[in-house]
């Protein structure tokens, strides 16, 4: 029996955060749990590039652009998504979704989704940080874990 698991700690590798301004209060604090967490396991921060777009819709496209300049071997997303009055919310989240889950099957990098998509700000500030975690160093574990596991596969 052989059982693959990929460890946190990296020795070398390049790594990009795309991350949404929207809800900025929210996305930089998963920010800095991404980049608390990817250093604290040995990514070298010049190795990190750091990618801001305006909402969660852009994430999707900018990753699709990460992904075929094959520099990095890990891109981890980040946004906060939160309900308003009207449907648009809804729409927001399909497609921002719907995108990284393509990309992450289609495409060649590894790619983890920390896009909060939630119904108050309150309850994204909990998950950023607060009393529920904080998303972005979560994600930022996973990212590392997908980096090792597949060098394991190859
Ligand atoms: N309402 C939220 C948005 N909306 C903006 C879109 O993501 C997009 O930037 C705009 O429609 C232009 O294409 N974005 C978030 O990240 N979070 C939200 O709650
Ligand atoms: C998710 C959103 O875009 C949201 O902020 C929009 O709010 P509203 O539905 O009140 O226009």
């Not at 020795?11 to 990817?38: M, Q, S, Y």
Request: with cysteine; glycine share 12%.
């Amino acid at each position: 029996m052989t059982t693959y698991v990929g460890n946190l700690t990296v020795k070398k590798a390049k790594v990009a955060i795309v991350v949404a301004r929207f809800n900025e209060l929210v996305t930089n604090k998963l920010l800095g749990g991404a980049l608390d967490a990817l250093i604290r396991h040995g990514v070298s921060k010049d190795d990190i590039d750091i990618v801001w777009v305006p909402g969660a819709f852009e994430i999707p496209a900018i990753v699709k652009l990460l992904d075929e300049s094959g520099k990095y071997e890990g891109i981890v997303t980040l946004g906060a998504v939160v309900r308003g009055e009207t449907s648009h919310y809804d729409y927001v989240c399909n497609e921002v979704s719907k995108g990284i889950g393509t990309l992450a099957l289609t495409g060649k990098t590894p790619l983890v989704f920390g896009v909060l998509t939630t119904e108050t700000i309150e309850q994204a500030l909990q998950r950023a940080g607060g009393k529920a975690g904080n998303k972005g160093s979560e994600v930022a574990n996973d990212i590392l874990e997908l980096i090792n596991l597949r060098k394991q596969l190859r």
